[in-house]
């Protein structure tokens, strides 16, 4: 008998676990329910309850090929080991299967569980799967992890031109076992669900995934390039958090864009390029994790910046928070995120580059900010956008500079479109003065909305200059 633990790859095909497992013999399935171990990480109720939701799809899905799913408590991965030991023995499991996962505490969770297992006698098999490339395989020449994205992408795509990686196929149906699955919570101690309507935006399962993949391949990515960075437009393929569960994998959507675009991924369609790179960033970030794990552990890829004399400053904090800074676009962003458990990628980088830079607060209060509440929440590509924007990780913006959100509000969002659906009592004003209110009198006197918590021309210079005082900047 064989075993397949999921974690973040609750989908049916191209499950490169799943489908080793079921070729070897018959298969049971498994899940671990860890909420105090989900807390610890920050993780957010929308995206416990996605996990859920699309935990339930797939426990359906696998119920047809006659592959059981189990649920167990695990409430922290420390539990992990004597619960799919028991487990295993059990049910006579002679290998546990998984795909790997990244982090200092994903690796050690998984290491305890191997050892756990070979003291029973039991195998156990961790399978490339969330990645196009196994991280310690994409080296410079004097074996490194790459530090410059630039220089890793070429790499990759010098790879992916000898060949893709293969899809893998769905499993085909098993004998039925005498083991009954077990039903799919709807919720877990510790999570308070997220509202319907926030649900109605993200539906669970491998066909939505599907659906948007297509439609984004089939409609949109020929403009991706310009598109994505416009707040009000549906630019993006709005596939970050089903890539997250893994409820469709980067070999998908890698095949479909390279499909979209006549067999290419380095020339023809600007849009589809861009977005192809986009994959390999995502990439990159999680091979950044495990060549230096001390971003896994609340630390600065670049250490000279642990000395940056950040400002303890709550009431600002909170008022970034909850938007209302008195900077339309900031505000805006962080309604959007808090409503709907998403935000649009260049906003995430205009509020996180406001955090660090204007306001001078530590990056971390925002990762942490964003991870409880994001439902498409992934350590690596949340810690490597904030450590971007604060100009302390790799491959990261210069410390000098610092995006103007008024500026980036009027090229981006010029008519407000995206202004006026979060911050609505801004909506009577022109395009003009809806970026930049006006402080007195006029129509300003009409709207409930805070003036500006920080002047941006002298929160900037402050900035650089604590910036340039480190020890070692670069």
Not at 120 to 137: E, M, N, Y
Request: include cysteine; hydrophobic fraction near 40%.
């Amino acid at each position: 008998m064989q075993l397949i633990w999921f974690r973040s790859d609750l989908r049916l095909h191209d499950n490169t676990a799943l489908a080793a497992a079921c070729a070897q013999g018959p298969t049971v399935a498994v899940y671990l329910l860890s909420p105090q171990q989900w807390l610890s990480h920050d993780d957010a109720p929308s995206k416990v309850d996605f996990w859920l939701r699309n935990l339930k799809e797939l426990s359906q899905a696998l119920k047809a090929l006659h592959i059981p799913l189990l649920i167990r408590d695990s409430a922290t991965w420390a539990d992990a080991p004597q619960v799919l030991l028991e487990l295993c023995q059990k049910h006579g499991i002679e290998q546990l299967h998984c795909n790997e996962e990244y982090g200092v505490n994903e690796s050690a969770r998984d290491a305890a569980v191997a050892d756990a297992l070979a003291e029973a006698g039991i195998g156990f098999t961790a399978h490339l799967d969330q990645l196009l490339f196994k991280p310690g395989s994409v080296l410079t020449k004097s074996g490194t992890y790459f530090q410059v994205f630039s220089q890793f992408r070429r790499v990759c795509y010098e790879r992916l031109h000898h060949s893709l990686p293969a899809l893998v196929q769905k499993p085909a149906l098993q004998k039925p076992l005498r083991i009954t699955a077990d039903p799919v919570p709807t919720g877990v101690t510790g999570y308070t669900p997220p509202t319907s309507a926030l649900q109605a935006l993200w539906p669970a399962g491998e066909a939505e995934a599907q659906e948007r993949l297509e439609q984004f391949t089939d409609q949109r990515i020929d403009d991706y390039k310009t598109e994505r960075d416009l707040p009000a437009r549906p630019g993006t393929s709005q596939l970050s958090a089903y890539l997250a569960a893994g409820v469709i994998s980067v070999r998908q959507c890698l095949h479909a864009a390279v499909a979209s675009n006549r067999g290419e991924f380095e020339s023809g369609s600007v849009g589809a390029v861009t977005w192809v790179s986009e994959l390999i960033w995502r990439e990159f970030y999680k091979h950044i994790l495990v060549g230096y794990p001390r971003v896994s552990k609340h630390r600065a890829f670049r250490p000279e910046y642990e000395a940056v004399p950040w400002r303890d400053a709550p009431e600002d904090l909170q008022a970034w928070k909850e938007g209302r800074t008195g900077i339309p676009i900031i505000d805006a962003a962080m309604r959007q995120l808090v409503e709907i458990g998403w935000m649009h990628n260049r906003l995430r980088m205009l509020t996180a580059m406001f955090l660090s830079k204007n306001l001078l607060i530590d990056w971390r209060e925002g990762e942490r900010f964003f991870m409880q509440h994001l439902i498409d929440g992934d350590l690596a590509a949340n810690n490597g956008g904030w450590q971007w924007s604060a100009s302390s990780g790799t491959d990261s913006v210069p410390y000098f500079r610092v995006f103007n959100p008024v500026s980036q509000s009027a090229k981006f969002d010029p008519q407000g479109v995206f202004l006026k659906q979060w911050v609505p009592e801004l909506a009577k004003l022109s395009a003009k003065d809806i970026h930049n209110p006006p402080l007195q009198g006029g129509l300003f006197a009409t709207v409930d909305y805070p003036p500006p918590i920080v002047d941006l021309g002298k929160s900037r210079q402050r900035a650089l200059t604590a910036f340039k005082n480190l020890p070692r900047h670069v």
